[in-house]
């Protein structure tokens, strides 16, 4: 079977290449295995095929790093996977929280033909619900300057660019208070604990941000969100 249409292997690179899309540092086997939930020595001996096949380079008990036949590969995993998301949510009336889990098991499964399908039939969508950048089917993928919001500054403006999905109940706490993909905020100063920040939403109308009710985020899911920078 070729790697990419491995599930496993595609797992990994996919796992691999997120990693590095919103922070820079390379993966290591031991962050590998936690965020799969498999066992080290499992990591280490995917890592041996993987390397073998080409799609990623390492040295021993170093971090992981994509070639760029296996950051090809996993750019086409992640095209899968949040176009997946977006047609659920779109289509199918699933919620931003509930489709992640979905999306794993279907991604390995849809024809390249039905995929190509469900992208013309959503317009072409450049990010999927939770504002993760989509590949195009050539690979390339749209990036701009962003930081995470428990990073950013009292008085900084931004329009929120992604939320993880890691977390179903963030999510949902997140949707009920306003706060989105696309939504412009500006940040106020962290409490005295550094346990909560608080947010403003803003419109802007005419060039002028009119200001609405303050949001008061946990630290927790502040770090899940990362805004324009």
Known sequence: MPASKNPAIEDYLKTVYAHTEWQPDPITPSQLAAKLGVAPSSVTEMVKKMAAQGLVAHVP???????????????????????????????????WDEVHDEAEVLEHALSDRLLEQIDLRLGRPSRDPHGDAIPAADGAIATEPFLRLDGAP???????????DRDPEVLRALAAAGIAPGVAIEVGNADASGERVLVELVAIDDGAAAAASPVELTAGAAAEIWVTG
Do not use: K, N
Not at 154 to 164: D, E, F, K, M, Q
């Open 154 to 164: 009292a008085g900084h403006t931004g329009r929120v660019l992604r939320i993880s």
């Open 61 to 95: 008990y170093g971090p992981l790093r994509l070639t760029d036949a296996g950051r090809e590969r996993a750019l086409s995993v992640v095209r899968r996977h949040r176009l997946i998301e977006t047609w659920l949510v779109r289509e199918m009336g699933y919620a």
